[in-house]
C-alpha cells in the first residue's frame, strides 16, 4: 500500500474490503518521517519534502511539548529515528554524553559517555544502531534501544596544521 504525501503524521487506520464476499480486515499504521541527518539532507537544505504539517500560516503558533536539561553543553544537532531524540553534550574537556529521549515525552531512555573526546556532530542512525563521532577523531557505534556500546573506531585524523612526517 502506498501512502499518500499528504497523510498527516500520526496513526491511521486502513481497512480492506473483499469484492466478492463482503469480508474486510483493518490495521493501523504509523505516518512518520526520520530526521536522520541535520537540515534534512547531506546538502543541508533544511527541506523536508514530506513536511505537509507546518505552514507559513501556522507555524508561529507552534508550541514547546516538552525540554530537557542536559547536565552539560548540548553540542549537536538533534536527529529523531522511530520516536526517539538523539543528541550530544560535553562537559568542558572532560568528554561527554550521547542522549537518547523519547520524542513524545522527553524522557530520557538512556546516555552513553564515550571513553575519548567531547561528541560533535549530528547523531545519525537509520535503525538499530547510532553512530557520533568525537573530538579525539573516533567515530562510535551504540545500540539504538539501549545505549550500549558496539564499537568505536579511530579515523587517524588529526585536525590542525599537518606536521611534517
Known amino acids: 500500500m502506498k501512502v ?4 498527516d503524521p500520526g496513526k491511521h487506520g486502513v481497512t480492506v474490503t473483499e469484492q466478492t464476499s463482503g ?3 483493518g490495521h493501523a499504521f504509523l505516518v512518520q518521517v526520520n530526521l536522520t ?7 543541508n537544505t533544511g527541506l523536508n519534502p514530506y513536511e505537509n504539517t507546518l ?3 501556522n507555524v508561529n503558533g507552534l508550541t514547546s511539548k516538552w525540554s530537557y536539561l542536559a547536565a552539560d553543553f548540548v553540542t549537536t544537532s538533534p536527529a529523531v529515528v522511530n520516536g526517539v531524540v538523539y543528541f ?3 562537559a568542558g574537556n572532560t568528554g561527554g554524553t550521547l542522549y537518547a529521549l523519547k520524542a513524545s515525552t522527553g524522557k530520557k531512555a538512556w546516555g552513553y559517555t564515550p571513553l575519548h573526546g567531547q561528541l560533535h556532530g549530528f547523531p545519525r542512525g537509520g535503525g538499530r544502531v547510532v553512530y557520533v563521532g568525537d573530538t579525539c577523531c573516533y567515530i562510535h557505534a551504540v545500540d539504538a534501544a539501549t545505549g550500549t556500546p558496539l564499537w568505536s573506531f579511530p579515523t587517524g585524523f588529526i585536525p590542525g596544521p599537518r606536521r611534517p612526517s
Open 23 to 25: 469480508l474486510s480486515a
Open 88 to 90: 550530544g553534550s560535553t
Open 37 to 43: 541527518h541535520f537540515h534534512f539532507d547531506s546538502g
Open 55 to 57: 505552514t507559513t500560516g
Open 4 to 7: 499518500p504525501g499528504s497523510a
